[in-house]
């Protein structure tokens, strides 16, 4: 049986430390959703700002391109591992730039996905352009897919038109990148907003749901996910950003810390979102549990 790095005390946040690909072919579970953050490929050298300081756009050897072919044979392996372990009403969530989204969609396609809609997170407050020599960048997308191409997947569309003010939700969504108070437990260097999983998670699970995370980082993901009553398996290589994953679980645990990141979330969510749900605790959630010790 696969070992957790972490699992919280009513098991609705389980961590485990290594290779996606290797750790979902050993085991046996499907899940309702997944949001997946790969590899990029844009470590290249480049700068850029933050926080009004210039610093390397370099991620690390995990965001590296390792070529054209390899790039895309990676995207291949670890979606078509996701797949098998999706339900068949299941959908998928990818999120990246330029440099991958591309090969990510052609992967989709051939692995046969239905791919649902390309969003487009316009960013509020990007980093400026330093050379001044072309447009300031300011969208990642994020592509939503299905697994099954015949059955129907789940989409909260009223709820999507309430938080959109009674109107369709529409495809480019216009949010800020992570704020000072989503980094009180250290920093991930692609880490995503909480109001971003919140509404991408409300979209398209129902509570008790359980959401995958290959490339968990520091597990933006599994917070949104418990904050909106979800469970959550998350995997990632790096010990320091699952450490740091670990401390953002049980910061939750404070309800006052839980409350306040409620109220955030609520800012991009429904108003509603506080009647909606009740205060976290460790009642241990009904149906089924990971294979996981």
Known sequence: MIQSFYRSLNKDFTLVKGDCIKVLSELDFQFDMIFADPPYFLSNGGISVQSGKQVSVNKGDWDRSQGFEKDNEFNRRWLSVCREHLKENGTIWVSGTYHN?????????????????????????????????????STEFILWARKNKKIPHYYNYELMKQINGGTQMRDVWQMPAIGRWEKTCGKHPTQKPLPLLARIIQASTKENAWILDPFCGSSTTGIAANLLKRRFLGIDREKEFLEISVKRRKEIDNLVICMNYRERICKFADNNLQQILELHDNTPYFGNDLPIK
Do not use: D, G, Y
């Open 101 to 137: 989204i591309f090969s990510v969609a052609q992967m989709l396609n051939e692995l046969n996905f239905r791919i649902l809609n390309c969003i487009t997170w316009a960013k509020t407050n990007p980093p400026p352009n330093l050379s001044c020599k072309f447009f300031t960048h």
